[in-house]
């Protein structure tokens, strides 16, 4: 028998093997998506109205790139993946017992302590997930033998847009996707938890909450994925367009529908992608805990 593990580290150990196991799984999804965003407005093609369809994006992808073009950039997104997890659980984790002993929010309903806990810990994380999707959208975007390696991809990106522009280049709406999103993730995934129908579903009940608490999350900020994306998808040398510039061109040239472009393979994503994540996360608690 081995000692319990104290419950902020084990939830910081089980959200970054979750996070890790869980972005290599979808990662294929999510190529699909940002592709979709940038093959637009990102290539050269500013006068298409309409974006591309999901199947056309893979053909594409299989004639110029193979199998491994969905997969550009997976290396640093699992490891990343797995620091932003760990970070994401252990902070809401932490927030919710540092609630408990602040007499402020000691007061407040659990449904309203566990929503600020975890829009707390979607505001964390942008600043460790900005720079480390910078370098997944470059190599996702880029033609195939553009960037070696994750690597040399960060390094030309700091070579021309310095290291503050690789680190906070996108971040507004990042902060702007993961904070609101966080706290919807967590919150659900919390009340699904503790539904009969899904407790009785045994192991398996984090795989159906995880899917469902991913999807739920990713819709209300998709188009600022969007518009991170359209900000992101560029080494750097110009000036960082504003938000709001950034939604407006978005909009002149592409329409309401320019805000939803790849939201297909972002659902099959966020489905996969968080039903495996807190699948794992559930099991290494339970392990650790045990």
Same mark, same amino acid.
């Given at each position: 028998? !081995? ?10 150990l089980? $959200? ?12 294929p999804?999510?190529t ?9 407005? $990102?290539?050269?093609?500013e ?8 199947l ?8 110029n790139?193979?199998?491994? $073009? ?35 929010f000691?007061s ?6 566990? +929503? ?9 994380t942008?600043?460790?997930v ?6 997944k ?17 960060a ?13 906070f ?8 996707r993961e904070?609101?999103?966080? $706290?919807?993730?967590f ?35 998709y ?6 994306? +359209? ?38 994503r966020a489905?996969?992608? !968080?039903?495996v +994540? ?6 290494v ?6």
């Open positions: 028998m !081995h000692m319990a593990v104290p419950p902020a580290l084990a939830s910081l089980a $959200g970054s093997l979750g996070g890790a196991v869980g972005v290599g799984a979808a990662f999804f999510d699909l998506k940002t592709k979709a965003q940038v093959y637009a407005f $990102g290539q050269g093609k006068n298409q109205k309409e974006g591309i369809g999901m056309e994006i893979m053909v594409q992808i299989l004639k790139e193979g199998l491994g $073009g969905f997969y550009g950039g997976v290396s640093t997104m699992m490891v990343g993946q797995a620091f932003i997890k760990a970070v994401a659980f252990s902070a809401n984790s932490a927030a919710l017992d540092a609630e408990k002993m602040t007499s402020s000691a407040l309903s659990p449904l309203a302590q566990l +929503t600020c806990a975890a829009l707390f810990s979607g505001f964390v942008s600043f460790l900005n720079p480390i999707e910078r370098i959208i470059m190599c996702q975007a880029a033609e195939k033998g553009t960037y070696s390696s994750e690597l040399e991809c390094r030309t990106i700091i070579g021309s847009d310095g290291m503050k522009g690789f680190l280049r996108g971040l507004g709406p990042t902060i702007l904070t609101p999103s966080y $706290g919807i993730y919150v659900i995934y919390s009340q699904l938890m503790n539904q009969q129908v899904l407790q009785d579903l045994g192991i398996f009940a984090p795989l159906v909450a995880g899917a469902v608490s991913g999807c739920a999350c990713w819709l209300p900020v188009p600022m994925d969007v518009i991170k994306t +359209t900000i992101q998808n560029t080494e750097g040398r110009s000036r960082a367009p504003t938000t709001f510039e950034t939604a407006c061109d978005l909009y002149t040239r592409g329409g309401i529908g320019v805000f939803f472009d790849g939201i297909e393979s972002k659902m099959l489905a996969t992608n !968080h039903a +994540t807190f699948f794992v996360y559930d099991a608690m339970k392990f650790l805990n045990s």
